[in-house]
């Protein structure tokens, strides 16, 4: 239990032992250290309790796999999810310093690139709070996703070095390590009775090291486990090898180590096909499922029944080698057949698909696997073997389908077909893109096993994006309708009855006004651009990816500055565009496109005729941490990607949580926000996902023609190539201007249909600035939205994901003192 005082004589006997300083003596990171510290030994006592309560009643496991967790900050949401935030802030207030400037020391653990890696933070967050047993299992990279430079309009990356200074909240597990071996090849040995042994040789090898993170469920004292891989040389192997005289194979283990879990892949929707990356998924794969059966063989000797206690959830393919892996151990360890291997495997796995785009589905040349991997290839091409002959058996003499559907076609392994052939259930993350998974991109594979697919409607948790990230709404909503939605989101509907309240209005538009004049500081203290709190945000911030149509924002930002000074007279609310977006690094367009953003900022904020009217601001290093502020300031949400290549998008949902409107396209979430807002409290425009697969499918959509017969679009385009944003340059933004006319290559010209969806857009914009006009209706939209998103908790999420899925039992911990 809390208690302050202790607390307080914890945070300086910390900084005594850590730092040998006093507490007046120590900086403000070694102080956000020993505050972490003390915080640790609160959570201790309930992780304890969780596990051995979970030892005692033995629940059913998920085992959440991903290469991916983008946490944020731990130390200000373990303290709400203790309950211990305001006793805490008290105690550093007695002690002299502000809770929420010891919150900024804290790095955020950037283990993650966007929505897939949040995603995964916001469902353990909402394991542990319903009390079901679950393990994230991923990887520590010592470099997490880049830190963010802007230097003259252009990204810079830099190395995140979130450990610089260590971080409290792990825990290290030296005795849980594992082996995990790479390359060489596999003899195969006849056992006297008859069976074939397979034993890899001549391999390299790593030893994986847990490193335990505490997840706390909010006010239930369960702490669940994220359990994250390092890797380290193995020392007695390489003392074996120097003996033999083989220093050369010793130095390469040593760096195979090291560069392993070196860094996050900084690609979202695309992947980079570098061997590398097999490595770091096998890695964190095998030492996860190897803990797994470990785990399970302590209380359970028939290791046929795995899948009753256990089950793998794969984020999408980067994890799927953990089929291969599971089949291997079953039969090769465990010495179970094929087809008893089979039946645990595939009632083990079950894939989550994130995205249609066809950049993103994982493939790996048949050389490369093999070689990395030979005892996991032969297993594959087992799986594939077999498979094949079950799509002959639904399909004879279908040579179409196989081509299709195989594991390893065209010298390639497919990652997805291994998901879906051997996994118990594929879900996408939103209706319409479960739909178009049915219907278009897995269409034979939801033909043949149409009981697999599911949908599972992405979620966020409100406890980080609420509670934390907008203390002053979170108050006012308690206020009103209790506290309950902090876990029963649904309840928040009860708001509903406030939305044509006056005082309930101005106290709501009140609050947002305070968060704007929040963000504006901020954005004064990092970028010096002044913005006025009164003026419209407008707000997208998510990765940089050309379907995401960040260009189509900047574009629109363009005209509107054009009208702007063509009419200098005209009626114009003022607006504030607001962007964040971190762009792979070797992205060129998406890099070239925030250069765009800032070049246009650099010209529309400093030009004085137009009175401030419209303001530019691009926010450098877009995270987790300055989201939570970003959120909770906006009055607009952009959520503009082309129909049908959003998956769900989860930003969309933590805007409309904040009282922020949707501006967007069907596609994604959206539309379900749409269904539970309803269509006059968002601002819907462009083209359907149907209409854009008719396209992409039959042609007829010829971009030139709008920039020929429209002079709005015309001068935009024209001042990408004029100069008028690049100092005379006339080449700088030609990358740009030809891939949405693109007569060069062969690329089709305005892949996605930024000149089609233009002017619906604008007109979209219009009816926004309108609607902001008219203060009570604003302030009725935003408080609808925030009442109307009760769907979109991850509680709800996750919950669908136990009952349809995973089927795991709810467990209660019993504490000291209950
Ligand atoms: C992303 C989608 C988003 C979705 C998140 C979480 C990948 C591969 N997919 O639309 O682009 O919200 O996953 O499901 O990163």
């Known amino acids: 239990m809390f208690n302050k005082e202790t607390f307080k004589k914890s945070v300086k006997d910390n900084v005594k032992t850590l730092y040998r300083r006093t507490l007046e003596e120590a900086t403000p990171?070694?102080?956000?250290?020993?505050?972490?510290?003390?915080?640790?030994?609160v959570i201790i006592d309930d992780w304890l309790a969780t596990q051995k309560t979970y030892e005692k009643e033995d629940p059913k496991t998920v085992y959440y796999m991903s290469m991916e967790f983008l946490m944020g900050r731990a130390l200000g949401n373990n303290l709400l999810n203790l309950m211990a935030y305001d006793q805490v802030r008290e105690a550093l207030e007695e002690l002299g310093f502000d809770l929420n400037a010891i919150e900024d020391q804290e790095p955020d653990p950037a283990l993650g690139n966007g929505g897939l890696g949040r995603l995964a933070a916001c469902f353990l967050d909402s394991l542990a709070t319903l009390g079901y047993s679950a393990y994230g299992c991923g990887i520590r990279y010592r470099y997490g996703m880049f830190k963010q430079k802007i230097e003259n309009g252009y990204q810079i990356e830099v190395p995140d070095q979130w450990l610089k200074d260590g971080y409290p909240f792990e825990l290290r597990r030296p005795e849980y390590a594992k082996e995990v071996k790479f390359g060489g090849y596999v003899r195969v040995e006849m056992e006297p009775n008859g069976k074939m042994k397979f034993i890899q040789e001549n391999y390299q090898s790593v030893l994986a090291i847990p490193f335990d993170m505490p997840i706390v469920g909010y006010n239930n004292h369960v702490v669940n486990t994220l359990r994250i891989w390092d890797a380290e040389a193995i020392n007695n192997f390489q003392l074996d090898k120097f003996d033999k005289g083989e220093y050369h194979q010793a130095?390469?283990?040593?760096?195979?180590?090291?560069?392993?879990?070196?860094?996050?892949?900084?690609?979202?929707?695309?992947?980079?096909?570098?061997?590398?990356?097999?490595?770091?998924?096998?890695?964190?794969?095998?030492?996860?499922?190897?803990?797994?059966?470990?785990?399970?063989?302590?209380?359970?000797?028939?290791?046929?029944?795995?899948?009753?206690?256990?089950?793998?959830?794969?984020?999408?393919?980067?994890?799927?080698?953990?089929?291969?892996?599971?089949?291997?151990?079953?039969?090769?360890?465990?010495?179970?057949?094929?087809?008893?291997?089979?039946?645990?495997?595939?009632k083990t796995c079950a894939y989550t698909n994130h995205t249609i785009m066809a950049e993103a589905l994982e493939k790996w040349p048949i050389e490369l696997f093999s070689k990395l991997l030979p005892r996991i290839y032969q297993i594959i091409e087992e799986i594939n073997r077999r498979f094949i002959m079950e799509i002959q058996q639904k399909y004879p003499g279908n040579q179409d389908k196989i081509k299709k559907m195989a594991i390893i076609y065209d010298g390639q392994v497919k990652m997805a077909h291994l998901a879906i052939a051997s996994g118990y259930s594929v879900n996408g993350v939103a209706k319409l893109h479960t739909e178009i998974l049915k219907n278009q991109e897995l269409k034979d594979f939801y033909e043949m096993m149409p009981w697999k697919f599911n949908n599972k409607t992405n979620g966020i948790t409100q406890r980080r994006f609420l509670l934390h990230g907008n203390q002053m709404l979170a108050a006012w909503v308690t206020d009103h309708i209790g506290n309950e939605w902090i876990t029963d989101l649904p309840q928040i509907s009860r708001l509903k009855v406030y939305a044509d309240d006056e005082k309930a209005q101005q106290e709501f538009m009140n609050i947002k006004y305070q968060n704007k004049q929040r963000l504006a500081k901020y954005i004064y203290e990092h970028n010096g651009i002044e913005v006025n709190p009164r003026s419209i945000f407008d707000v997208q911030v998510k990765r940089l990816h050309e379907y995401k149509r960040q260009l189509l924002n900047i574009l629109h930002v363009m005209y509107?500055?054009?009208?702007?000074?063509?009419?200098?007279?005209?009626?114009?609310?003022?607006?504030?565009f607001i962007f964040g977006a971190?762009?792979?690094a070797g992205y060129r367009r998406a890099k070239l496109t925030i250069k765009l953003i800032n070049a246009v900022a650099d010209v529309v904020n400093n030009d004085t005729s137009i009175g401030g009217k419209i303001k530019v601001v691009f926010i450098e290093d877009y995270r987790v941490s300055n989201a939570e502020m970003i959120f909770a300031a906006a009055d607009v949400s952009e959520q503009i990607s082309t129909a049908s290549k959003e998956a769900s998008g989860t930003s969309n949902m933590k805007f409309m949580l904040n009282g922020a409107v949707t501006l967007g396209t069907l596609d994604g979430a959206n539309v379900e926000i749409v269904e539970e807002v309803g269509e006059e409290n968002a601002f819907i425009f462009g083209l359907r996902s149907d209409e854009v697969i008719q396209y992409e499918k039959n042609g007829g959509y010829y971009p030139m023609d709008i920039f020929n017969n429209d002079q709005d679009i015309r001068k935009v385009l024209m001042q990408l190539i004029n100069g008028t944003y690049a100092n005379g340059d006339m080449e700088m933004f030609r990358d740009i201007y030809d891939s949405l006319l693109n007569t060069k290559s062969s690329e089709r010209a305005d892949t996605y249909f930024i000149l089609k969806d233009f002017k619906p857009y604008?007109?979209?914009?219009?009816?926004?600035?309108?609607?902001y006009r008219d203060e009570k209706r604003w302030a009725k939209m935003a408080i609808l939205n925030t009442a109307s998103c009760g769907k979109f908790t991850s509680d709800r999420t996750i919950q669908q994901y136990v009952d349809e899925i995973w089927h795991l039992d709810k467990v209660q911990i019993e504490t000291e003192g209950q």
């Open 29 to 41: 990171q070694q102080v956000f250290q020993a505050v972490s510290y003390a915080v640790k030994d």
């Open 762 to 771: 604008a007109d979209a914009h219009r009816q926004v600035e309108a609607a």
């Open 582 to 584: 971190k762009a792979a």
């Open 560 to 576: 509107l500055y054009n009208q702007l000074k063509e009419h200098p007279d005209m009626d114009f609310y003022p607006r504030t």
């Open 251 to 346: 130095v390469e283990q040593e760096n195979l180590a090291k560069t392993i879990v070196e860094v996050l892949y900084p690609n979202d929707n695309h992947y980079a096909g570098k061997e590398l990356r097999l490595k770091q998924q096998y890695f964190f794969i095998s030492a996860s499922v190897q803990a797994a059966i470990e785990k399970y063989k302590k209380k359970h000797s028939d290791i046929h029944k795995f899948y009753e206690k256990v089950t793998f959830q794969l984020n999408d393919t980067h994890p799927t080698v953990a089929i291969a892996e599971l089949m291997r151990i079953l039969m090769d360890e465990e010495g179970l057949e094929w087809d008893e291997a089979w039946e645990v495997t595939t």
